[in-house]
């Protein structure tokens, strides 16, 4: 979710012979999945609770899968890899370590994604791209990254998604020195105090990270990618400069055979008191780096800092403004910030806004909790120039490449048919359940067949198959539906043809749900609409990562600025591309579980619950805690500061586990394929 505001409140009194059943349900699952986090915490870990605490879910009967915590003592060659899982067909496989040697029997190699050496030069398709520097004197190149060519043996299989698929490596992995080394990552003070680390010394930073962590064969990393100069980088004149070189690549008029680069906003979504550690800041370089500069200016990274202190009128002095900025955000990256308040929304989109159906938090429309979309819009129609805008959440975190994810997620989201999508967009793809994804697609079809036939006893929101806009009842006010989203034959007609070559307008990271059919407690959160007619129907995505198109965004923009249209941010994205013929997209990333699921009760939990009440979006959300992404899953803060080469659970009095010494003495320092991991609230070593 986007930035969390305040607690859960009653809903007016006005309203509460209307909703008090919806206030139960907050209240309810508030407590419920309080305690059943707090029983999931005890199970997870490794350590064990005196007295023990029963199992609260069926799932926490599966076996765990530790394979994840061999290192790179542990590697071996791709074909020779054996994954744990035993998929509860039998137990998974022991992650034994036997004969260990010191080093690690591969050497890290240059992690290069790009198409090839000149990054877009396809025959004659695309422009080459002309090197770009972190410096004025191009005297500083940008870094490598490195990876190992091969996996630790028993490194488990993810449950969801698939790295062939969609056209992504899964033949190498991620160290923490491969990873962040080239961006500061184990420098020491001798080269922060000649000036090569701009990491002060104060209370803000405190030592140097990485230096302590077990790092045996570390240093051919740095033999081969050197160390980068990263005092006084100025991001925005980097990208500007990157730009300017290869801005012929991006222009509307291309000679003939010769196609356009479009170009993308990636747009981290931060505010005022956020805490940024090393840790953060590595992964800021990184995403400038190797969006922005690697790829000769196709991203551009911004941060949108969201100001709370609503009396601070940074719209209407520049010196206040420069002073919020500066107080904000650590000042490698003052030029690519911009500042935004609520205030500032409310006279960007002036009221009033009408009744809701549900005000969950009993808060205004304008408040950052139920808006978050607000800023984006505006931020969207001051920069024109951006075909694509990602919203980035800053407690995310990505083991893999990052051009690597968003450039293959992008290639493959536009070729996906619109026939069946929606369908599609609403399920967990198991590679181990399902098979192909073209087995996957059609399964969905067949399925799509028998739902459409069968009565359900709650009402679903809009017609089954979808294809093409979803109008509704009051619907005269909408914004005319965009070229192109009508379908061009019909649904019976269609041989998965129209949307082949089309990009998406959304693309999201979990699956696109109909709030109707679970007990999601933000399915009603839908303001500015005919209160005297059915609520619209909708979809929705948990956690707001996402890529929007310039088409869906401006659509969004006019929705609200005009027709004073707005839902809860999950919603909003979805749903207006629901209404207008969007094409919106679930990628399947590959997302990792700590434990050996059943396939068959996997995929019965997350993808047929037996009622609404069931949904892994509303009271069945306890079956993603221990998955590597999702709102509140445990799982991935944990394996990140794992990877990083903490201890973790010393707060809990057991002495925890990883850390240096537990490293030294088995498998090394942990390797990991590219992983997509949310949330991650914290960097830290936990204290006694």
């Not at 000036?195 to 302590?212: A, I, S």
Request: hydrophobic share 35%; with cysteine; glycine share 8%.
């Amino acid at each position: 979710m986007w930035i969390q505001e305040s607690r859960l409140r009653w809903l007016s009194p006005r309203r509460r012979d209307k909703r008090w059943f919806l206030r139960l349900a907050i209240c309810s699952s508030s407590i419920v999945f309080g305690t059943l986090i707090v029983l999931y915490l005890a199970e997870l870990g490794p350590w064990k609770v005196d007295p023990p605490v029963p199992n609260a879910f069926a799932w926490q009967e599966f076996a765990a899968l530790d394979g994840y915590y061999n290192g790179v003592r542990n590697l071996v060659p791709y074909l020779d890899h054996t994954p744990q899982n035993g998929y509860n067909r039998s137990l998974p496989l022991k992650a034994e370590l036997t004969g260990l040697a010191k080093m690690p029997p591969l050497d890290p190699v240059k992690f290069d994604p790009f198409p090839d050496h000149t990054m877009r030069q396809h025959g004659n398709e695309y422009h080459s791209v002309t090197q770009c520097f972190l410096d004025e004197d191009e005297t500083v190149a940008v870094p490598d990254v490195y990876v190992y060519p091969g996996l630790p043996q028993y490194h488990p299989e993810p449950l969801f998604g698939s790295y062939d698929e969609l056209g992504m490596r899964e033949d190498l992995c991620f160290d923490r020195f491969g990873r962040y080394g080239p961006y500061g990552y184990s420098y020491d003070d001798n080269l922060r105090e000649h000036g090569l680390l701009n990491f002060p010394k104060d209370k803000t930073f405190g030592k140097l990270v990485g230096k302590d962590t077990e790092h045996e064969g570390s240093e051919k990393v740095f033999e081969q990618a050197g160390y980068t100069n990263w005092t006084g980088v100025d991001w925005k004149n980097a990208q500007q400069r990157c730009f300017e070189k290869n801005k012929a690549m991006f222009a509307d008029e291309q000679p003939a055979g010769m196609q356009r680069v479009q170009r993308h906003a990636f747009v981290l979504r931060t505010w005022a008191d956020y805490t940024y550690d090393q840790h953060q800041i590595l992964a800021m370089r990184a995403m400038v780096s190797e969006l922005a500069l690697k790829s000769g200016g196709e991203y551009d990274v911004h941060l949108l800092v969201h100001i709370k202190n609503d009396t601070i009128p940074i719209w209407a002095d520049e010196d206040v403004y420069q002073k919020t900025l500066q107080e904000a955000v650590p000042r490698e990256f003052w030029n690519i910030s911009t500042l935004w308040s609520v205030q500032q929304m409310k006279m960007y989109y002036p009221g009033p806004f009408s009744e809701n159906f549900a005000n969950m938090v009993d808060s205004s429309a304008h408040r950052v909790y139920r808006s978050a979309h607000f800023p984006l819009q505006w931020f969207s129609q001051q920069h024109p120039e951006y075909d694509f805008f990602w919203n980035w959440e800053m407690d995310v975190r990505y083991t893999g490449h990052y051009y690597e994810l968003t450039s293959k997620v992008s290639e493959w989201t536009k070729k996906q048919p619109r026939k069946g999508l929606w369908e599609r967009n609403r399920r967990f793809w198991i590679p181990e359940h399902d098979g192909t994804y073209q087995n996957f697609t059609t399964n969905v079809f067949q399925d799509t067949e028998v739902d459409d036939k069968k009565s359900n006893d709650y009402q679903q929101s809009g017609p089954l198959p979808i294809w093409g806009p979803v109008p509704y009842r009051g619907d005269d006010g909408l914004v005319p539906p965009s070229n192109g989203t009508t379908p061009p034959s019909s649904y019976e007609d269609d041989r998965y043809e129209w949307g082949v070559g089309e990009d998406a307008d959304l693309i999201v990271f979990n699956p696109i749900f109909d709030p109707t059919q679970t007990n999601w407690v933000f399915r009603n959160d839908v303001t500015g609409y005919d209160l005297t007619l059915p609520i619209p129907p909708r979809r929705a995505a948990i956690i707001t990562l996402s890529r929007m198109s310039k088409r869906l965004i401006d659509t969004m923009h006019e929705e609200v600025w005009h027709h004073k249209h707005t839902m809860f941010p999950e919603m909003w994205p979805p749903t207006v591309c629901l209404h207008h013929g969007l094409k919106a997209v679930y990628a399947p990333h590959p997302v990792y579980f700590d434990r050996d699921w059943d396939m068959d009760f996997l995929n019965q939990a997350l993808n047929h619950p037996n009622h609404p009440e069931e949904s892994p979006f509303g009271w069945g959300e306890h079956n993603l805690l221990g998955s590597t992404f999702y709102y509140n899953s445990v799982f991935s803060g944990r394996m990140w500061r794992r990877w990083l080469g903490f201890i973790e659970g010393k707060k809990e009095g057991k002495g925890g586990q990883g850390g240096r010494m537990r490293e030294e003495a088995g498998a090394g320092r942990m390797c990991l394929r590219g992983m997509l991991l949310h949330p991650v609230k914290f960097e830290k070593e936990l204290e006694n």
